[in-house]
């Protein structure tokens, strides 16, 4: 017994000190600061704390992460660990979420090197701010004015519409997760080039694949290596799809009828105060950041949307009544949604606003400081990851009575504090496509909503949350068309 208490206690000492050493390595030798760094620790050497990280995330209790941090340390709402290889600052609160996201000149984009280089050197997240700023000026019309989200409408209703049918007379159960990001990419083909063929979704999908398991992998650009193979399919997908689209489009020098038009004709045609045009390079890069950003979290707030619909019937039954109001009020000449009538809707971009904040579907909002910052009475020391836990503030108790419930009427005249809801980031970095990605959820729910139903075969579920929430059988159901 004695010889084993002595194995204990070596072990005990060797854990001790191997976090000893790390945390002197990346806290000591960065010598004295004006103000101390956040509490918290940095794990052990090499691999930090990604190991709590992991084990948290691959629970049912994926918040318990910050949640022991807060135990361990207190209520400060600002940590110091080391995560995806790097010494980092975790925010939680929605006041110090806001200040990084809103502060341009102490933060710039602080995503993992293989990120920044699969989304490309003139994509939002790779340009400086005074570029971030203009290219947002020359693309918001674009991507979500009022007239190119009206065109969107039909596109999106060119997918949805027959893909819902399909679904349902496939009568047998089929991995609902699945097929809403396969609809997803569909529906993204449409929205970029105004039409969709097989083959080219089909690539789409293909390239697609394979580049995303590269995003948050080591930027290792060796044959064998997640990174390599990411890199070889972003070639693919920027080659034969939209630079090849693109080209076409100068060869048959045509106008294209705006009905066939896609985002990749509007962007083609902008141009700035002196004339210029957006080159390729930015145009293929802004199409891959919103397909990066959009496809699955589309898919996924729609899934989470039914799903928690499913389990409420009195509120399932309130936003199916909404959609057959705005059937019975319009003309009988017209055939599909309008924008208009999207902005008519009450009740349903509550349930799209609440599955939001409850499935989470990035954890964090990945930032670097530029320089040593002083945030909340403590030092972010220059080139330190700051990570905005979105989980923890859409999950706060404090913010959100009952946060793991679904309750859409807590949007019912709310006044949340800035920065308590934080899907798509916020400041002139927000998500360029957050407005269309709504645009989208919205019409799915409408059809599937009016015509419907999901019958679950696994409604209770264990859930997985990497890489991110959803059910662990990818919700294998059926879609049954209603009566």
């Known amino acids: 017994m004695g010889f084993e208490w002595s194995i204990v206690a070596v072990l005990v000492g060797a854990y001790v000190f191997l976090k000893k050493i790390n945390e002197w390595y990346f806290v000591n030798s960065l010598g004295k600061k004006q103000s101390p760094l956040p509490p918290g620790d940095m794990g052990w050497p090499f691999i930090g704390n990604m190991w709590s990280f992991l084990r948290a995330f691959k629970s049912q209790d994926p918040d318990s992460f910050v949640n022991n941090l807060m135990k361990r340390h207190g209520r400060t709402n600002i940590y110091k660990t080391h995560l995806f290889g790097s010494p980092s600052v975790i925010v939680c609160s929605p006041e110090l979420c806001r200040k990084v996201l809103t502060d341009d000149e102490h933060f710039k984009f602080g995503y993992p090197s293989s990120a920044i280089q699969l989304g490309g050197k003139k994509s939002l997240y790779g340009v400086s701010a005074s570029e971030h700023r203009r290219l947002r000026r020359l693309t918001t019309d674009p991507i979500s004015g009022q007239k190119a989200l009206a065109l969107y409408v039909g596109h999106i209703e060119d997918i949805v519409i027959p893909s819902l049918e399909h679904l349902a007379s496939m009568n047998r159960p089929i991995k609902f997760f699945n097929e809403m990001k396969r609809i997803s990419f569909k529906v993204a083909a449409q929205i970029f080039l105004g039409s969709t063929q097989d083959a080219v979704v089909s690539s789409m999908v293909k390239y697609y694949t394979e580049l995303f398991p ?4 080591f930027p290792i650009d060796i044959p064998g290596f997640a990174f390599h193979k990411a890199l070889e399919a972003r070639e693919k997908l920027v080659k034969t799809i939209f630079q090849a689209e693109i080209d076409g489009r100068r060869a048959r020098k045509t106008n294209v009828p705006n009905r066939k038009k896609g985002m990749v004709d509007l962007l083609m045609e902008v141009e700035d105060d002196n004339g210029e045009k957006l080159e390729d390079e930015h145009i293929i890069d802004l199409l891959l950041l919103i ?11 729609v899934m989470w949307a039914i799903i928690s619909l499913n389990e409420h019937p009195e509120m399932l039954q309130k936003a199916k009544e909404e959609q057959e109001s705005i059937i019975k ?5 017209q055939k599909g949604l309008t924008l208009a009538e999207i902005k008519q809707m009450e009740y349903l971009p509550k349930v799209i606003d609440e599955s939001l904040r409850r499935s989470n579907f990035a954890f964090s909002i990945f930032r670097k400081a530029e320089t040593d910052v002083e945030l909340n009475g403590y030092t972010i020391p220059k080139g330190w990851k700051v990570l905005v836990w979105q989980r923890a503030v859409h999950m706060d108790p404090d913010i959100y009575s009952n946060p793991k419930e679904f309750l859409p009427s807590r949007w019912e005249d709310h006044k949340f504090k800035a920065g308590s809801f934080i899907p798509f980031g916020a400041g002139i970095r927000t998500c360029p496509g957050a ?18 139903k999901l019958e679950e075969l696994n409604p209770k579920g264990p ?3 990497l890489p991110s929430p959803h059910p662990a059988d990818n919700c294998l159901a059926r879609v049954v068309k209603l009566p």
């Open 214 to 217: 590269g995003v948050l992998s």
């Open 291 to 301: 397909l990066f950003a959009g496809h699955e979290t589309t898919a996924q707030t």
């Open 329 to 333: 009020r319009r003309p009988s000449s």
């Open 435 to 452: 407005a269309l990605g709504k645009l989208e959820i919205s019409i799915f729910l409408h059809y599937f909503l009016l015509n419907y």
């Open 463 to 465: 859930i997985k949350c």
